[in-house]
Nanobody
Framework: QVQLVESGGGLVQAGGFLRLSCAAS????????IGWFRQAPGKERVFVAG????????YVAESLKGRFTISIDNVKNTVYLQMNSLKVEDTAVYYC?????????????????WGQGTQVTVSL
C-alpha cells in the first residue's frame, strides 16, 4: 500500500503562484509513476502533469506548458507541482495519483491509488 498526501493548496490571486506537494509513504518502491490531476466542479478529472518515480522526462498537459512544472525529490519521497501565472480557470481540486505499472498516463483510470486532494482557488 502507498499513501499519498497532497498539500500546498489555497487561495491565490490571478497571476500568482503555488507549489503543491504530494508526499508518499508506505511501499513507495512499488510506485512507477506519479500524476497530478485536477477536477473543477461539475467537470471531469483531467491530467495536469506526470513523472516517473525514478525521475527523468516529465509530462505536462499541452495547455499548461510554460506555466506548470512537475518535479520529484526521491529523498523526501515527494512530488511537486509548481504552478505559475495562475488563472481563474485553474481553480479546482488537485489530486496526485500513483501507478504501479507502466509509464505516465493521462488517463485517470490507469492510476492505482490517490491522495485526498487539495483545493486551489484563484481569484481575480
Amino acid at each position: 500500500q502507498v499513501q499519498l498526501v497532497e498539500s500546498g493548496g489555497g487561495l491565490v490571486q490571478a497571476g500568482g503562484f503555488l507549489r503543491l506537494s504530494c508526499a508518499a509513504s508506505g511501499r513507495t518502491f512499488s510506485t512507477e509513476s506519479i500524476g497530478w490531476f485536477r477536477q473543477a466542479p461539475g467537470k471531469e478529472r483531467v491530467f495536469v502533469a506526470g513523472i516517473k518515480w525514478s525521475g527523468g522526462p516529465t509530462y505536462v498537459a499541452e495547455s499548461l506548458k510554460g506555466r506548470f512544472t512537475i518535479s520529484i525529490d526521491n529523498v523526501k519521497n515527494t512530488v511537486y507541482l509548481q504552478m505559475n501565472s495562475l488563472k481563474v480557470e485553474d481553480t479546482a481540486v488537485y489530486y496526485c495519483a500513483g501507478k504501479t505499472v507502466g509509464f505516465v498516463s493521462s488517463a485517470y483510470r490507469d492510476y492505482d491509488f490517490w491522495g485526498q486532494g487539495t483545493q486551489v482557488t484563484v481569484s481575480l
